[in-house]
């Protein structure tokens, strides 16, 4: 008896997620809403797609494995995927230097100190021949990580295709070019609201009729969250994006089935682990109804969120940094119980640098333990019916939609995020999340509980400043041996093409095979559209 008073306190008391969502200590059918409880849930690949866009899942194929990677040069990154694609990995994931992502060659005075540091430095075709280098690109799917440039990367990625002799029908992979989510949280932004809108719609336009297998962007949670935003907001802000995305292109002229199949999503898998597959759920059906109901889509592939996920870099911690290798597993296997398309897995030492060639290793393996030992791809959807799952899947799902609904009240979320209103709510979170880190109530292992005495050294990855000296000699020496007239023309058609409603990727694609710049490119849109300044909202 005594046992069972102590017991009783505990079972009484709720715990909220760090969501907020209050968690019931034990969830039964009753805390179901009615029409969940009432209501089947179906089967994987059947609408509105809770349990999977696809029928087997994971038993016709497995997600892929794509490691995101870049770091100094073409040359050197290069060198890594062909390792990583050696060691098993499926797919390509690029990541760019920051003067690459904001349209700035490595020459650039703004660039002094910043190329190849957090991706690889990429200032023309002959870099791109570089980074892909011995990489059939007819058979592997990349991803680049690219909003502001997008237009211009996707240019050199099939240029390069083009050299290689590969079908443009068949090459696949995703580019983000995501850039309302610049604005709202991450800040690699070129160009006022308005004409980088323009920008993404006319990739859309061009995928549709010449990569008919490419997605046209990939709407990133994953940043949302990284700034600080709950689950409930990262569903949320992410589809609201989503809307705005279908309704700039649906203005265009678009059809909606014409380009919805393009359409992929990225999100973060953070450490609650039944909140994060909850979550994947609830986007899915959210996003499945919206496209059918708000936009009249009729082909089902247009009502699919298709998504790749990655753990939570926030999450990571400098101290003890081997537990980030609990932590990584623990977000992978949500992600692939939340029925992720592709993953990739952190390494355990980016909390401190760019992973080694070992970390990075080390979180492939992640990966392929979970799909190789563990059983849960046997089954598409194993978690469904959990009474907690469900409950949770309904919460945030409806918490969502709450949110779309006053962003459609403000007008729509470019004014939502004109008015600050939405980056003020991330920020809000963001500062509730670490004032509860602060007083102990949230546990970061490592950090304010169960802090070691002395804290482990491991090896970090190390840029070698020469490669910022070579990478300016390349792109001058570029400049020096081209066809300068030619250049200058197709720079300057991309410009004329900007100053009228022509879409602008042929022009983009002409200059890049011209040897023009990513700085030089951008150059010519800026001229055009001028640059963004963000507004300060008190």
Same mark, same amino acid.
């Given at each position: 008896?005594?046992?069972?008073?102590?017991?009783?306190?505990?079972?009484?008391?709720?715990?909220?997620?760090?969501?907020?969502?209050? &968690?019931?200590?034990?969830?039964?059918?009753?805390? #179901?809403?009615?029409?969940?409880?009432? @209501?089947?849930?179906?089967?994987?690949?059947?609408?509105?797609?809770?349990?999977?866009?696809?029928?087997?899942?994971?038993? =016709?194929?497995?997600?892929?494995?794509?490691?995101?990677? =870049?770091?100094?040069?073409?040359?050197?990154?290069?060198?890594?995927?062909?390792?990583?694609?050696?060691?098993?990995?499926?797919?390509?994931?690029?990541?760019?230097?920051?003067?690459?992502?904001?349209?700035?060659?490595?020459?650039?005075?703004?660039?002094?100190?910043?190329?190849?540091?957090?991706?690889? %430095?990429?200032?023309?075709?002959?870099? &791109?021949?570089?980074?892909?280098? =011995?990489?059939?690109? /007819?058979?592997?799917?990349?991803?680049?990580?690219?909003?502001?440039?997008?237009?211009? #990367?996707?240019?050199?990625?099939?240029?390069?295709?083009?050299?290689?002799?590969?079908?443009?029908? +068949?090459?696949? =992979?995703?580019?983000?070019?995501?850039?309302?989510?610049?604005?709202?949280?991450?800040?690699?932004?070129?160009?006022?609201?308005?004409?980088? &809108?323009? &920008?993404?719609?006319?990739?859309?336009?061009?995928?549709?009729?010449?990569?008919?297998?490419?997605?046209?962007?990939?709407?990133?949670?994953?940043?949302?969250?990284?700034?600080?935003?709950?689950?409930?907001?990262?569903?949320?802000?992410?589809?609201?994006?989503?809307?705005?995305?279908?309704?700039?292109?649906?203005?265009? @002229?678009?059809?909606?089935?014409?380009?919805?199949?393009?359409?992929?999503?990225?999100?973060?898998?953070?450490?609650?682990?039944?909140?994060?597959?909850?979550?994947?759920? %609830? $986007?899915?059906?959210?996003?499945?109804?919206?496209?059918?109901?708000?936009?009249?889509?009729?082909?089902?592939?247009?009502?699919?969120?298709?998504?790749?996920?990655?753990? $939570?870099?926030? %999450?990571?911690?400098?101290?003890?940094?081997?537990?980030?290798?609990?932590?990584?597993?623990?977000?992978?296997?949500?992600?692939?119980?939340?029925?992720?398309?592709?993953?990739?897995?952190?390494?355990?030492? /980016?909390?401190?640098?760019?992973?080694?060639?070992?970390?990075? #290793?080390?979180?492939?393996?992640?990966?392929?333990?979970?799909?190789?030992?563990?059983?849960?791809?046997?089954?598409?959807?194993?978690? $469904?019916?959990?009474?907690?799952?469900?409950?949770?899947?309904?919460?945030?799902?409806?918490?969502?939609?709450?949110?779309?609904?006053?962003?459609?009240?403000?007008?729509?979320?470019?004014?939502?995020?004109?008015?600050?209103?939405?980056?003020?709510?991330?920020?809000?979170?963001?500062?509730?999340?670490?004032?509860?880190?602060?007083?102990?109530?949230?546990?970061?292992?490592?950090?304010? +509980?169960?802090?070691?005495?002395?804290?482990?050294?491991?090896?970090?990855?190390?840029?070698?400043?020469?490669?910022?000296?070579?990478?300016?000699?390349?792109?001058?020496?570029?400049?020096?041996?081209?066809?300068?007239?030619?250049?200058?023309?197709?720079?300057?058609?991309?410009?004329?093409?900007?100053?009228?409603?022509?879409?602008?990727?042929?022009?983009?694609?002409?200059?890049?095979?011209?040897?023009?710049?990513?700085? /030089?490119?951008?150059?010519?849109?800026?001229?055009?559209?001028?640059?963004?300044?963000?507004?300060?909202?008190?």
């Amino acid at each position: 008896m005594a046992k069972e008073t102590k017991i009783q306190p505990a079972l009484d008391a709720k715990r909220a997620s760090t969501a907020g969502l209050p &968690m019931e200590p034990v969830i039964s059918p009753k805390h #179901l809403p009615a029409w969940e409880a009432e @209501r089947e849930l179906g089967y994987p690949g059947q609408f509105p797609f809770t349990r999977g866009i696809y029928p087997t899942m994971y038993r =016709g194929r497995l997600w892929t494995m794509r490691q995101y990677a =870049g770091f100094g040069s073409a040359v050197e990154s290069n060198k890594r995927y062909r390792y990583l694609l050696e060691q098993g990995q499926t797919g390509l994931s690029v990541a760019f230097d920051l003067p690459t992502q904001i349209g700035m060659d490595s020459d650039h005075a703004l660039a002094q100190g910043e190329v190849g540091k957090v991706g690889v %430095a990429i200032d023309s075709l002959e870099d &791109m021949q570089a980074l892909f280098d =011995g990489v059939p690109l /007819e058979r592997i799917s990349t991803s680049m990580t690219i909003n502001s440039t997008a237009a211009i #990367l996707l240019a050199l990625y099939v240029a390069v295709a083009k050299k290689q002799g590969a079908s443009l029908a +068949r090459i696949s =992979g995703t580019v983000q070019n995501d850039i309302l989510k610049e604005y709202i949280a991450r800040g690699t932004y070129i160009y006022p609201l308005r004409p980088a &809108m323009r &920008m993404v719609t006319d990739i859309f336009a061009w995928c549709r009729t010449e990569l008919p297998s490419w997605n046209a962007i990939s709407i990133s949670g994953y940043h949302i969250r990284e700034a600080g935003s709950t689950e409930v907001q990262e569903v949320a802000f992410t589809l609201a994006n989503a809307i705005a995305y279908v309704e700039a292109a649906v203005s265009a @002229r678009l059809q909606v089935d014409e380009f919805a199949p393009q359409l992929s999503f990225f999100f973060n898998a953070h450490n609650e682990f039944l909140m994060q597959i909850a979550k994947f759920r %609830a $986007a899915r059906r959210l996003w499945a109804r919206t496209m059918r109901e708000r936009f009249g889509a009729r082909d089902p592939r247009s009502m699919m969120l298709r998504f790749h996920a990655q753990t $939570a870099g926030s %999450a990571l911690t400098a101290q003890q940094p081997e537990n980030n290798l609990a932590r990584v597993a623990i977000q992978c296997l949500a992600a692939v119980l939340g029925g992720c398309q592709s993953l990739h897995a952190n390494a355990l030492d /980016e909390a401190l640098a760019l992973p080694t060639e070992q970390s990075a #290793l080390l979180a492939l393996r992640t990966q392929q333990i979970i799909a190789h030992e563990t059983g849960v791809a046997n089954t598409a959807d194993p978690v $469904a019916g959990s009474y907690a799952i469900e409950k949770l899947t309904g919460e945030i799902e409806s918490g969502a939609q709450d949110y779309i609904s006053k962003i459609d009240a403000l007008g729509g979320m470019l004014r939502a995020i004109e008015t600050g209103y939405v980056q003020a709510e991330i920020q809000k979170s963001a500062y509730e999340y670490q004032q509860s880190v602060e007083r102990g109530e949230q546990v970061v292992v490592g950090v304010n +509980r169960f802090q070691a005495g002395q804290e482990t050294q491991i090896p970090t990855l190390r840029i070698d400043p020469e490669i910022e000296r070579s990478q300016i000699e390349r792109v001058r020496a570029l400049r020096a041996r081209r066809d300068a007239a030619k250049a200058r023309a197709a720079v300057d058609e991309v410009e004329r093409r900007a100053r009228c409603s022509e879409n602008l990727m042929p022009a983009i694609l002409g200059a890049v095979e011209a040897y023009a710049t990513v700085g /030089e490119i951008s150059d010519a849109l800026r001229r055009v559209f001028g640059e963004y300044r963000e507004s300060v909202v008190i």
